[in-house]
């Protein structure tokens, strides 16, 4: 099955400096990507995704890179602001397939 | 669009009692709805899958006598914790799918279960 890894597990960024999310996955056929958003005692929220046959997808301050040789996709958040703070979950699905989460981002976002 | 309502958002029972947890998806048909179970500071962990009009597909580990699963509508899955114990207490969240493969997935709140 498919095996999705999430780096870094916590991170620390000043108001207005940018964030980067890392997940890698295992299983080549994966061909959906989410990105989650999880405040405190919530369930998770999609904020973007992006499909295989796409490499960039952008919203706003927030975008999403995939590497399909690499088998690695990223989130980027740009200007960051108090209220980005939260878990991040990335997730990897290939067709009726349940979905797989990486193990989580806590980003705090320093004012 | 594509709202999961989850019901209750948190409860508090005594052991050996049953919860039932709702998940309704509000604006649209939702033929597969999947619940999981979050410990503090971890992922989201897959318990069961739940196909309306046929049983629930349950993970490897999860007891499905124990977490029952019920998908009688196209907007309504229940999962019925049964015989609670306090091991039992964690944060379950239910999602559902709007759409065929491929579909972004939709997340209730989250429902907080106390089990005293």
């Known amino acids: 099955g498919e095996n999705v890894e999430q780096h870094p597990s916590t991170l620390s960024v000043q108001e207005g400096d940018s964030a980067v999310i890392k997940c890698t996955y295992s299983d080549s056929a994966s061909n959906y990507f989410p990105w989650y958003k999880q405040e405190l005692g919530k369930g998770p929220q999609l904020i973007i995704d992006i499909r295989s046959n796409v490499g960039e997808k952008k919203d706003q301050r927030i975008a999403v890179t995939l590497n399909k040789t690499a088998k690695h996709f990223s989130l980027h958040i740009t200007e960051t602001q108090p209220e980005d703070s939260a878990v991040y979950f990335c997730a990897g699905l290939r067709g009726y397939q349940k979905v797989t989460f990486g193990t989580g981002t806590k980003l705090q976002v320093i004012p | 669009g594509a709202v999961v309502s989850q019901h209750p958002s948190w409860v508090i029972c005594k052991s050996g009692t049953s919860v039932k947890i709702e998940c309704r998806s509000l604006?649209?048909?939702?033929?597969?709805m999947f619940w999981y179970r979050q410990f503090p500071k971890q992922s989201l962990m897959l318990m069961a899958t739940?196909?309306?009009?046929?049983?629930?597909?349950?993970e490897q580990g999860v007891e499905k006598d124990k977490f029952l699963i019920n998908h009688a509508s196209l907007t309504l899955s229940t999962l019925t914790v049964t015989s609670a114990h306090p091991e039992d207490s964690s944060f379950y969240i239910c999602s559902a799918r709007a759409g065929q493969t491929g579909s972004p997935l939709h997340f209730g709140n989250g429902t907080r279960l106390t089990v005293t």
């Open positions: 604006d649209f048909q939702a033929t597969t």
């Open positions: 739940s196909n309306e009009g046929s049983k629930a597909t349950y």
